[in-house]
């Protein structure tokens, strides 16, 4: 597979090592509009630099798009019309119509289209999914310290769109509502947000996000009947609880079997470049394709939205947090 890489900030030079390392794989080059930054990340991967990424996808098979969220739509238009698979970083693009036009287009062509939700290929998260039952309440807590980057959308499109993604393959039912809380702190766009998502099935999801802390966190709890399971996804550790029918502890508490299982050498990014490789090879979906992409996008942009309103209307943050 001849792969390349458009957009070589942060996350696109680790997509540039992963394929320089991957059997199977031929680096090409790689592709950014930042003259200095590409020759440099070019020479450290042993590959052609680029400024158009035009000429790049005259090269190549296959591209990873790690470009700001603004330029998606334009670069898959590209890469469509080159003949090009692409693994495209999340969010898929900035509004529903625009990631309907690409699924679309990439269909006719028979293109791979894989969007970048990377926590699904996390292996806390691949570990818990077999001991999914009948989830009932999800309580979600994706809490991080401000970087310098990201900030060219606000914190839903940033980080809680990881944790919609993930919930809406968890719970196997059509949402019905959606309430929401959020505010910008530091940047222009909301900083910190808190979203509930009810299913028709009366599941519910709670979900918090912000990226003005002073400390990290990323957890997802999710009670089911008969127990829980705790995922830890930046320990790459998962907690399965699962209650004993019939079999008491002193105080009436029914006893418990506990797993707890740690991933501390997996990779998520690798194996989703590996899933990515797989799909080229085979012409499979993937498991992350446009239309999970796209509906993951289509309940964050909701939250965005019921968010503006509500500070339109004068409802702030503090007052519906009860601080």
């Given at each position: 597979?001849?792969?390349?890489?458009?957009?070589?900030?942060?996350?696109?030079?680790?997509?540039?090592?992963?394929?320089?390392?991957?059997?199977?794989?031929?680096?090409?080059?790689?592709?950014?509009?930042?003259?200095?930054?590409?020759?440099?990340?070019?020479?450290?991967?042993?590959?052609?630099?680029?400024?158009?990424?035009?000429?790049?996808?005259?090269?190549?098979?296959?591209?990873?798009?790690?470009?700001?969220?603004?330029?998606?739509?334009?670069?898959?238009?590209?890469?469509?019309?080159?003949?090009?698979?692409?693994?495209?970083?999340?969010?898929?693009?900035?509004?529903?119509?625009?990631?309907?036009?690409?699924?679309?287009?990439?269909?006719?062509?028979?293109?791979?289209?894989?969007?970048?939700?990377?926590?699904?290929?996390?292996?806390?998260?691949?570990?818990?999914?077999?001991?999914?039952?009948?989830?009932?309440?999800?309580?979600?807590?994706?809490?991080?310290?401000?970087?310098?980057?990201?900030?060219?959308?606000?914190?839903?499109?940033?980080?809680?769109?990881?944790?919609?993604?993930?919930?809406?393959?968890?719970?196997?039912?059509?949402?019905?509502?959606?309430?929401?809380?959020?505010?910008?702190v530091v940047t222009d766009f909301t900083d910190i947000a808190n979203a509930r998502l009810i299913f028709e099935n009366g599941a519910t999801a709670n979900v918090t996000v912000s990226r003005i802390s002073r400390t990290n966190t990323r957890v997802m709890r999710i009670f089911q009947p008969g127990g829980f399971i705790n995922v830890d996804?930046?320990?790459?550790?998962?907690?399965?609880?699962?209650?004993?029918?019939?079999?008491?502890?002193?105080?009436?508490?029914?006893?418990?079997?506990?797993?707890?299982?740690?991933?501390?050498?997996?990779?998520?990014?690798?194996?989703?470049?590996?899933?990515?490789?797989?799909?080229?090879?085979?012409?499979?979906?993937?498991?992350?394709?446009?239309?999970?992409?796209?509906?993951?996008?289509?309940?964050?942009?909701?939250?965005?939205?019921?968010?503006?309103?509500?500070?339109?209307?004068?409802?702030?943050?503090?007052?519906?947090?009860?601080?």
């Open positions: 597979m001849k792969a390349g890489v458009i957009g070589v900030g942060y996350l696109g030079k680790f997509h540039a090592q992963k394929y320089r390392d991957m059997e199977g794989v031929d680096l090409i080059g790689v592709a950014d509009v930042d003259e200095e930054l590409v020759e440099k990340i070019a020479a450290d991967n042993n590959c052609e630099a680029f400024t158009d990424y035009r000429e790049l996808l005259k090269k190549v098979d296959a591209v990873s798009v790690v470009v700001p969220t603004i330029y998606h739509h334009q670069v898959a238009l590209d890469c469509i019309e080159a003949g090009v698979d692409m693994l495209m970083e999340k969010p898929i693009t900035t509004t529903v119509e625009q990631a309907d036009e690409i699924i679309s287009k990439a269909k006719e062509k028979d293109l791979i289209l894989q969007v970048g939700h990377l926590e699904r290929f996390n292996p806390a998260v691949q570990a818990m999914e077999p001991s999914l039952t009948v989830p009932v309440f999800i309580e979600s807590q994706r809490i991080s310290t401000f970087k310098n980057r990201g900030v060219d959308v606000d914190v839903i499109l940033d980080l809680m769109i990881h944790d919609i993604d993930i919930i809406l393959n968890i719970i196997k039912s059509p949402l019905e509502t959606i309430h929401t809380v959020g505010a910008p996804f930046g320990k790459r550790k998962v907690m399965t609880l699962h209650l004993k029918k019939g079999e008491f502890q002193e105080n009436g508490m029914p006893k418990q079997d506990i797993v707890v299982r740690s991933f501390p050498e997996g990779d998520a990014l690798n194996a989703e470049i590996l899933h990515f490789r797989e799909n080229i090879a085979n012409r499979t979906v993937p498991l992350v394709s446009g239309k999970e992409g796209r509906r993951a996008l289509d309940v964050a942009l909701q939250v965005i939205q019921q968010i503006k309103d509500h500070r339109k209307l004068g409802v702030y943050a503090e007052d519906m947090l009860g601080n």
